[in-house]
């Protein structure tokens, strides 16, 4: 062989491993695509078992939902009008306790004192009076005959209506005595329960003191101030119009029991400015005990029912082009619709376009899922069936 015929040779070894390369990549490609990591036909073909639900129309609760604090109707602190030593106190602390009872009582013996003193001044110009008044009849009776002058007669008449007036002094005296004794006797302004004693037996007490005595906080019925957002209120003064006395649920602070049902008792006059919120209160009988005075709450406030065609929330996805679901059509394929939805309430999401009734929308299984997957339906549930059963849990 001569040594021109060697390039040659290297010419034609090149061409036959670039065409090897070329059948071994192709190869590759065609088993990759035949794995079930391919984007290709072999990921249409597989199958995906998947739980569905079909959408259905039914009533929906329409709710808002806000966060709130227990306040009592009434809250008091019970303090004394007199000065004076605290003798008894008649109650346990914690007690419930109704209007009127007694609380405490406040040495009354000083006031005793003031009330017969006041009542003795009384009777004395009492006595006074009716001596000036019989004698002003005589003056009157002798001015006729002429054994009394007028001037003098003038006097006797004044002196009766100085006398008169101080009747009028005295028995506000009296009265007054009489109110300061019977402040001795500290009563329950309301009915509610009592809270921590801040004075023990045997204290002075004063009028002034700003702690008081103990406080008292009216727990049965008892309310809850909540606030709704202003973009809210339209469907809620549009509620409050149709039924007045809306129905309120209270919930624990993880929205997993609920604790109270009431009714919407006040809408307040305005919105505050500063967080843009309407503040509300609702009503509850409380015979349980079951709300406690600056307790947190969660609340949901009824509007009403409204038809709507209802999905599962666990249905619906997110993504850059807005909310979807994959419903299974008759083929057993999965397909992507873009929904919009509406209100939601207890697991249930209302759907306003894009499903019909009788859509058999996927609830599990949903990974991996794209347009023309096949699925296998391994059971079906409706919607109403998802959401009793969330409830349950």
Known sequence: MSVAENPRRRGAGRLLAVALLVVVAGLAGWMWLRSDGGAGPAAVDRTVPVRVAR????????????????????????????????????????????????????????????????????????????NAERQLQRYRELQKQNYVSGQELSDQQSKVRQLQGRRLSDQASVDEARLQLQYTRITAPVSGRVGLRRLDVGNLVRAGDADGLVTLAQTAPISVLFTVPEPELPALLDAVQAQPGLVVEAWDRGESRALAQGRLSSVDNRIDTATGTLKLRAQFDNDGQALFPNQFVNVRLQLGEQSALLIPDAAVQFGSQGNYVHIVDRDNKAQRRTVVLGPADAGRVAVRSGLQAGDQVVIEGIDGLEDGTAVEIVAEQPAAGVAAARAGE
């Open 55 to 130: 959408a259905s129309a039914e009533p929906l609760v329409l709710r808002l939902k806000a966060v709130g604090t227990v306040t009592p109707l009434h809250s008091v602190v019970v303090r004394s009008r007199v000065d004076g030593e605290l003798l008894r106190l008649h109650f346990q602390e914690g007690q419930q306790v109704k209007a009127g009872d007694l609380l405490a009582q406040i040495d009354p013996r000083p006031y005793e004192v003031k009330l017969a003193q006041a009542q003795g001044t009384q009777q004395q110009n009492l006595a006074e009076l009716e």
